[in-house]
């Protein structure tokens, strides 16, 4: 308890998360820029790791009492080894809590990969049997301890309790089988043994023979009969697939797209997804055109921000689909699981201190975003999540308040950071965060904020005022993507101004209120800042005339402006 306490104390002052990888959860690489600056914290914490795991509330605004819920160090094997001659698990099929929906655990046998095998398994969730076309949706687990020992390995040692990361989801299963959805959620406890996705053994190859598996079954009616038991087998859409994402398995949507087709798989709904983010050099490629929404706990400790950094630094390209994260307060990254919530893994930080919501929270939050997404993006309903760029980015999501990150989908024209020059010498820099670790600091490098973190890794414009041309026609909307430089007080608001060839400007005040630009610093800490979104409408004099060129300035303290685009 001192020792968190200590480090709950360290990590204020410093106004950023722990250290992600210290828990190997999700991506050898998943660690976020800011959190190097408290690296030397690391050793201390990696003494105590249990430490740096706080027990979860017990209901929402009630903190329980701290418990160590991982030893003190963890075991981390190459691979899995599940033996050829494994007795498979007996086939289990039951209905749901409401009678309507069939929950089938099947296990198929074993993939190998060279000299690795891990188990073919995982629970399958079908509607009841309708004429009406069942959308299929693949959920896809975390990576995480899957032995209660603390370590990654499968099979587990003797009498040591195994984790089934695929049933912590089950409950979303059942509820997306209730609007109508054929579900597969693969049992990726053993792929995900090894701390990298490609060596020693391809994870994606694994990954696709697990799902593949999963989804023969439900696509065949005489398997879907045979193996899996279930004689009413609604009619599954496979040219319709969508994909539930956590952690690491935000990595698999190229596999997911290799497994189904680039024109199958058309949406992505993540949560706490994790990406190489460390270094702007070996930064994950970039997202696949698909529809795709990421949500983010800021809580989270395990792969903190990787989505909204990864995001980042892409949002000048060109896309047709929409990809946008939202962050949302005192949510952290292992209760979406119900596995892991049972298991009492909870990486937030201070949540003996705090008052943290609880795992019943986190799954309220998972079920209606999830499905909100997944029903506006494969049936057309109708959503205020972003799915097109003329669409207001809402303040609230699932009752909590909300910070995005957007891409502007169809973009007409997007100016980068690059491109805007000061208006005098020292009012832009073109720049970006360094290691503040590294004692060679290269010439580009961003001013660190005397108070606060700036969570950033892709190149921006630290800028007081600055402009840019620009040529484009028709633009009802314009999007800022934008951080503050820090906490100050008063926090900066901004004047954006464009210039039209007629002679004419429209000037639009961002108040320093706005979610993006809002002052962070509060008691518990002195406030982290991440890229984010600011959608504005322009008036119809503008849509009618042609922009040459849009003029940014801050009214108080430097921002870092990422760029602005135009939408019709």
């Not at 005489?222 to 690491?248: F, I, N």
């Not at 509060?522 to 040459?548: C, F, K, M, Q, W």
Request: proline share 6%; hydrophobic share 40%.
């Amino acid at each position: 308890m001192a020792m968190l306490m200590l480090l709950h104390l360290l990590t204020i002052r410093q106004g950023a998360p722990m250290v992600a990888s210290l828990s190997s959860r999700s991506s050898s690489h998943s660690s976020w820029r800011s959190a190097r600056g408290i690296a030397a914290l690391g050793a201390a914490c990696a003494l105590v790791l249990g430490a740096c795991t706080s027990g979860g509330a017990d209901t929402a605004g009630e903190p329980a009492e701290a418990t160590q819920s991982e030893p003190e160090m963890m075991e981390i094997a190459d691979g899995p080894h599940a033996p050829a001659d494994r007795t498979l698990a007996e086939r289990t099929v039951r209905a749901s809590a409401s009678g309507n929906e069939t929950i089938v655990d099947i296990d198929l046998g074993n993939t190998t990969a060279g000299e690795y095998s891990a188990p073919k398994r995982g629970v399958i969730v079908l509607p009841k049997a309708s004429d009406a076309p069942a959308p299929l949706v693949v959920i896809s687990h975390l990576r995480a301890p899957n032995c209660a020992d603390g370590s990654f390995a499968y099979p587990c040692a003797s009498g040591v309790e195994e984790y089934r990361f695929d049933r912590g989801m089950t409950y979303l299963g059942e509820a997306l089988a209730a609007q109508g959805y054929a579900v597969v959620i693969p049992d990726l406890g053993g792929v995900f043994i090894g701390a990298d996705t490609t060596a020693p053994y391809d994870q994606n190859a694994m990954w696709k023979e697990v799902v593949g598996g999963l989804v023969d079954m439900v696509t065949d009616a005489g398997k879907a009969r045979d193996v899996l038991g279930v004689t009413a087998l609604p009619q599954v859409d496979a040219s319709t697939v969508g994909m539930v994402a956590h952690s690491r398995s935000g990595m698999m949507v190229d596999s997911a797209r290799e497994l189904f087709g680039e024109e199958v798989l058309k949406s992505v709904f993540a949560y706490g997804p994790a990406y190489d983010t460390f270094e702007l050099e070996s930064i994950s490629p970039a997202s696949a055109d698909v529809p795709y929404l990421a949500v983010v706990g800021e809580l989270d400790s395990d792969v903190g921000p990787s989505a909204n950094l990864w995001i980042g630094h892409y949002l000048p390209e060109t896309r047709e689909h929409p990809i946008s994260v939202v962050q949302l307060p005192g949510l952290g990254h292992m209760f979406v699981n119900d596995a892991a919530a049972q298991a009492g893994t909870d990486d937030r930080i201070g949540c003996d201190v705090l008052a943290c919501p609880d795992a019943s929270e986190h799954q309220r939050v998972m079920l209606e975003t999830a499905i909100d997404w997944l029903n506006a993006t494969l049936r057309g309903e109708a959503s205020s999540l972003p799915v097109r760029a003329d669409q207001s980015l809402p303040a609230t999501v699932a009752g909590l308040p909300a910070r995005w990150l957007a891409h502007t989908p169809g973009t007409l024209a997007s100016v980068d950071a690059s491109e805007f020059v000061g208006a005098s010498e020292g009012s832009a820099k073109v720049c970006v965060h360094a290691d503040p670790m590294n004692p060679i600091q290269p010439e580009n490098a961003c001013p660190e904020p005397e108070s606060g973190v700036v969570q950033s890794i892709t190149e921006v414009n630290y800028l007081t005022d600055a402009s840019a041309t620009v040529e484009v026609a028709g633009a009802r909307g314009m999007s800022v993507h934008v951080s503050p430089s820090g906490s100050h007080e008063p926090a900066a608001s901004l004047t954006v101004e464009l210039s039209l060839a007629d002679g004419q400007r429209f000037t639009h005040t961002i108040p320093s209120s706005e979610a993006v630009l809002a002052n962070r610093a509060s008691a518990d800490g002195n406030g982290i800042y991440h890229l984010g979104t600011i959608r504005i409408p322009l008036d119809e004099a503008v849509a009618a005339g042609v922009v040459t060129g849009v003029r940014v300035t801050s009214d108080g303290a430097p921002v870092e402006l990422k760029g602005v685009d135009f939408w019709r």
